[in-house]
């Protein structure tokens, strides 16, 4: 089955600890997304890629750090920098680099600073 | 500023039909995507418009205008499991998604 993986879907970190979320997609897709959703509010960007070992900042990068070693994987640090990581995360990815293409995601973990 | 806005909640029976409404002002527009998200889950694409008119997929269909900066998701034969957030997203002139806080839609038997 082809799909987008995020673990784990639970996380609890204590503050000031970094913290790994993963990302893997077996779509073949090249570009790769990280959103984060808080409540009532829309899904914000955090970092993308559109080919392995580049990517951009979003609209909020600040205090995440992202790599992109493999077309399949776009794993998320969230480091003690950022202010307030309680969230719920969302990795997308999409077929290639045309700028329509549609986003599809992962099932989403949820970060919960202690 | 660009700003997308939607109903923060709706309520619908079940087998009725519901009207979704998504406005928007962006820097530029190159289309817009309806995706649905259950709570705690991911969410999944329903529908792409770029082109003014009423696109239909099934039970559900959605409608742009874009010179009106205006979208309309419509849920037909309702079920309860339609009962869940509906996400509308803009593509900007720069090809970024401009999202909407989303429409948490309960539907009542």
């Known amino acids: 089955d082809g799909g987008i993986t995020q673990s784990p879907k639970y996380l609890f970190r204590k503050e000031g600890q970094n913290v790994t979320l993963s990302c893997e997609q077996n779509?073949?897709?090249?570009?790769m997304y990280w959103y984060r959703q808080d409540p009532g509010q829309g899904l914000r960007l955090i970092y993308y890629?559109?080919?392995?070992?580049?990517?951009q900042k979003g609209d909020i990068a600040e205090g995440y750090s992202v790599s992109r070693e493999k077309k399949e994987s776009f794993p998320l640090t969230v480091t003690s920098a950022q202010k307030n990581p309680t969230a719920f995360y969302l990795c997308?990815?999409?077929?290639?680099?045309?700028?329509?293409?549609?986003?599809?995601f992962g099932p989403g973990t949820r970060l919960t600073v202690l | 500023g660009q700003n997308i806005d939607q109903p923060t909640e709706m309520t619908a029976t079940e087998g009725a039909i519901v009207q979704i409404n998504c406005t928007y002002q962006t820097s530029g527009f190159n289309g817009l995507f309806w995706y649905q998200q259950h709570a705690g889950e991911a969410p999944t694409f329903l529908s792409y418009?770029?082109l003014d008119g009423l696109e239909e997929k099934g039970r559900f269909s959605s409608f742009l205008s874009r010179s009106k900066g205006y979208s309309y998701l419509l849920l037909k034969e309702l079920q309860m499991k339609d009962s869940a957030s509906y996400l509308c997203a803009v593509l900007d002139s720069n090809y970024q998604l401009i999202w909407g806080a989303g429409t948490k839609l309960i539907i009542k038997p």
């Open positions: 418009n770029v």
């Open positions: 890629s559109q080919i392995v070992n580049d990517f």
């Open positions: 779509l073949n897709h090249d570009a």
């Open positions: 997308a990815s999409s077929i290639g680099q045309g700028a329509t293409d549609t986003q599809y």
